[in-house]
């Protein structure tokens, strides 16, 4: 059914508003998979310190999906047909992989979890992550969760901005934010630090290899499209809302440069 259903998707016909939008992000875009921080991911120690900042943009995403998937789909009792079923579809797909995805060994993770065992992999420090998690587990808003953390200034500002758009609580934007701001940008990205790793690291980067291929085959192939569907979708054809998923593509877009720039700067700064 997802191969059926990956095939519609690929002879849907591209809108003008897609191509419009496409464009207005270009040059973002291209300063972020051009961004110079790729080139200082060459020694373990800087890809662990990449990765215990990068784990909270990758919290940071399934928080946009699963706003998404409140506002689209059905997650309360009594349940009841909510909004357009194509679009339920599509972010139902979505969930299913970042959510719960199959592994090699026949087991089920999220991608965040999938993230975390990389981490330990590599030895990069999982504790801030976790006593994130275990403040929002016990009750605390992300607000105060990100006070009371050992989380940095640049990934606070990050996980703000994200917060802020979910909270406007229009779905069109978080769509656009999550497709074009993130998962849209995941295979190019991801294709970067993917090179030379195991032969840089041979033995410590396993997992991370397997959770940034599955990211490029998932989100190269199907979910980029399907976000991209998604997002034409909620616009429905209404040049308001046209304009601001744009505008929000580009918030969400900026917003990761200046996550790269403070990754970037902390690296560069003497021992």
Same mark, same amino acid.
């Given at each position: 059914m997802l191969e059926l259903l990956s095939n519609v998707l690929k002879t849907t016909k591209v809108s003008d508003f897609q191509k419009s939008l496409s464009a207005a992000i270009a040059d973002d875009r %291209?300063?972020?998979?051009?961004?110079?921080?790729?080139?200082?991911?060459? =020694?373990?120690?800087? /890809?662990?310190? !990449?990765?215990?900042?990068?784990?909270?943009?990758?919290?940071? !995403?399934?928080? /946009?999906?699963?706003?998404?998937?409140?506002?689209?789909?059905?997650v309360s009792l009594p349940w009841r047909p909510v909004g357009n079923a194509q679009v339920r579809r599509l972010v139902n797909e979505i969930v299913l992989a970042e959510e719960s995805d199959a592994l090699?060994?026949?087991?089920?993770?999220?991608?965040? #979890?999938?993230?975390?065992?990389?981490?330990?992999?590599?030895?990069?420090?999982?504790?801030?992550?976790?006593? !994130?998690?275990?403040?929002?587990?016990?009750?605390? =808003?992300?607000?105060?969760?990100?006070e009371q953390g050992r989380v940095s200034a640049t990934v606070a500002v990050f996980i703000r901005q994200t917060f802020e758009l979910i909270e406007r609580g229009r779905p069109h934007e978080i769509a656009a934010s999550f497709t074009y701001g993130r998962e849209d940008l995941i295979p190019d990205m991801f294709t970067q630090l993917v090179q030379g790793l195991e032969r840089q690291f041979? &033995?410590?980067?396993?997992?991370? %290899?397997?959770?940034?291929?599955?990211?490029?085959?998932? &989100?190269?192939? #199907?979910?980029? #499209?399907?976000?991209?569907?998604?997002?034409?979708?909620?616009? &429905?054809? &209404?040049?308001? %809302? #046209?304009?601001?998923? =744009?505008?929000?593509?580009?918030?969400a877009l900026r917003s990761r440069i200046r996550l790269w720039d403070g990754i970037a700067q902390a690296m560069e700064l003497p021992a």
């Open positions: %291209r300063a972020l998979l051009e961004h110079r921080l790729y080139g200082q991911l060459r =020694t373990l120690e800087n /890809l662990n310190a !990449f990765m215990e900042q990068h784990v909270f943009a990758v919290w940071d !995403f399934m928080s /946009l999906l699963k706003a998404l998937q409140m506002h689209l789909t059905c090699p060994t026949g087991a089920a993770a999220s991608h965040f #979890e999938l993230y975390l065992h990389a981490m330990q992999e590599t030895g990069a420090k999982t504790d801030p992550i976790k006593q !994130f998690i275990q403040s929002l587990e016990s009750g605390k =808003t992300v607000a105060e969760a990100l041979p &033995d410590k980067v396993a997992t991370l %290899r397997y959770y940034l291929d599955r990211h490029i085959a998932l &989100d190269g192939d #199907e979910h980029g #499209e399907m976000g991209r569907q998604m997002v034409a979708l909620l616009c &429905d054809g &209404d040049a308001r %809302r #046209e304009q601001e998923a =744009t505008q929000a593509a580009l918030d």
